[in-house]
């Protein structure tokens, strides 16, 4: 969608091929009218998402995107000096981490330093020089790249003399947040890509922020819009099968046919033989599951073409045999997705019997968000909707609580009631007064991007064996300190780039900026200390 944006704005025409039902891929969200207690009037119903997206501050280049179009993100409640991030632990310990206003980067020191979770001795480890090398990492040094992408977190940390009891109280529960994986699991590339872009003032560290209650009205039919004023067309279930080579040129795509009995989820486009009660792999439990006739193979010719789809499905695109680029891609065929299983649990309030007894969230964790977790069974980063989704949620007198269980081998073979029941009663180790809840709804997603040891050096390039055929995602390389959603958006303006030199167009050229506050300290420590121990 941001492609088709950007290139439209430069005069291209634009088809868009969406493989499902509706838009958006992994920041879709839906409307579900049988999910807690319903509304009144005009009610469309409680909105849903396949989990709750983190706006970094150092998206630079996503926020440009998002403010040229209009699109607002949601303020958070939480500012100076409030807790920048919150973590919980399985004895009820809540540790609150402040950044102060010192100079940058000096600033970070109060949130690292200290953790409660972690004993004296294994706090001393994190001192002045750790957190220098926190600050080393030169993301233009393909040397200190490599490095970095195959060791673990945790063995970074330790080679550096930080200890086990600070990974465990600060580090697993950021990792298990942003990768959905442990510290000893993660590439220490991906620890610095993160961390070390909120260096350059102390605000970086406040400037967390989140989507408004619905990603879809409020950012993904827009730019749908935007696309349709323009002139783009979107074909919908059109999902790519075949590309057709000319010359060593793509010219045509075909797409898949569909079967009259198959039923389509009209959330995640998941394909079922039978008709399903949820959707076996977003947990959609509507009632539009749909068919379609009998569909014949359609053909699209272009000059140019983009592919962004997430890696599973990239793999079987761009690794089959008769596509050439296979042996270009011989360790992305390696490349690992990361699981990951989210739940939301309603829970009507009740009010407190006695004034210290603990039932409800206010109660034990007040007005907080958002909560890192670690040494619990299943309960990984939680956060509250009704203070994240306030249009949506907020006038219930319930907590409707989203947790994400990272690794989905864990509840591998569960129901949805055993994985609920699973999530309360963690929650309970925490509020031991809360009451029952009274709906769950569970989405299960493998197709996320892996940041794994070695993750880097499987990730392939935007270019391909064919020039006028790119690859784009979050997957995939770039030359610049990005991930997530922040690395989709640089690698669009790669490829817009890319295709304006192609067809010897100077004007429209995109500014890629740098996904940080630039600093001259941290430029400095950059330039004289190094990331190895």
Not at 22 to 35: E, M, Q
Not at 297 to 308: E, N, Q, V
Not at 473 to 499: I, P, S, W, Y
């Amino acid at each position: 969608l941001m492609a088709g944006c950007e290139l439209l704005d430069r005069g291209f025409h634009v088809t868009i091929l969406e493989k499902n039902a509706t838009l958006g891929g992994r920041l879709t969200s839906w409307r579900d009218k049988d999910f807690g207690t319903p509304g009144k009037g005009d009610w469309k119903g409680h909105v849903i998402e396949h989990g709750t997206h983190i706006v970094f501050p150092f998206y630079k280049n996503f926020r440009e995107f998002l403010n040229r179009h209009g699109l607002s993100l949601r303020n958070r409640t939480c500012n100076y000096p409030g807790a920048a991030i919150s973590f919980a632990y399985p004895n009820g310990m809540i540790d609150d981490r402040t950044a102060s206003t010192a100079a940058a980067p000096f600033h970070a020191q109060g949130a690292l330093r200290n953790m409660k979770y972690a004993s004296k001795e294994d706090n001393d480890s994190l001192g002045i020089k750790q957190t220098m090398k926190l600050l080393a990492f030169d993301p233009s040094n393909e040397e200190e790249v490599r490095h970095l992408d195959n060791i673990s977190v945790k063995e970074w940390m330790n080679s550096i003399g930080i200890k086990d009891g600070v990974v465990k109280a600060f580090m697993d529960p950021l990792m298990d947040m942003a990768t959905f994986l442990p510290a000893d699991k993660t590439s220490a590339l991906y620890l610095h890509r993160m961390i070390g872009s909120m260096f350059g003032k102390w605000q970086d560290l406040y400037g967390v922020q989140f989507f408004q209650d619905s990603t879809h009205d409020s950012i993904i039919q827009p730019l749908a819009d935007y696309i349709a004023a323009k002139g783009g067309k979107i074909f919908f279930e059109a999902e790519a099968e075949n590309f057709i080579i000319k010359d060593n040129r793509v010219t045509e795509v075909v797409t898949k046919p569909l079967k009259s009995k198959q039923y389509i989820c009209p959330i995640c486009g998941e394909v079922h033989d039978e008709l399903p009660e949820r959707c076996r792999r977003c947990g959609y439990a509507g009632k539009d599951f749909f068919t379609q006739p009998d569909s014949e193979p359609a053909a699209f010719h272009s000059d140019h073409f983009l592919l962004a789809v997430d890696i599973p499905q990239a793999k079987k695109l761009l690794l089959k045999p008769s596509f050439a680029l296979s042996k270009r891609y011989e360790k992305f065929k390696d490349k690992p997705t990361s699981s990951i299983v989210v739940v939301y649990l309603w829970y009507p309030r009740k009010k407190p019997t006695g004034k210290s007894e603990k039932v409800n969230w206010e109660d034990h964790f007040g007005d907080r968000e958002c909560l890192m977790t670690t040494d619990f069974p299943y309960l990984g980063t939680t956060l509250n909707l009704t203070y994240l989704k306030p249009e949506t949620y907020a006038g219930y007198d319930a907590d409707i609580i989203e947790t994400q269980i990272a690794r989905m081998d864990r509840v591998k073979g569960m129901t949805d009631k055993q994985i609920a029941d699973k999530i309360d009663e963690d929650l309970r180790n925490l509020i031991p007064g809360l009451p029952r809840y009274t709906d769950v709804r569970i989405m299960k997603w493998d197709n996320f991007t892996a940041f794994t040891i070695g993750a880097e050096g499987q990730s392939p390039e935007m270019d391909t064996a064919y020039d006028n055929f790119h690859v784009l995602g979050d997957f995939v390389k770039a030359q610049h300190n990005c991930f997530l959603m922040e690395k989709v958006t640089v690698n669009v303006r790669r490829a817009v780039n890319k295709l304006l030199d192609q067809v010897k167009q100077k004007e429209g050229k995109m500014t890629i900026l740098p996904s940080e506050t630039p600093n001259c300290l941290v430029d400095f420590w950059r330039y004289v200390e190094s990331v190895k121990a």
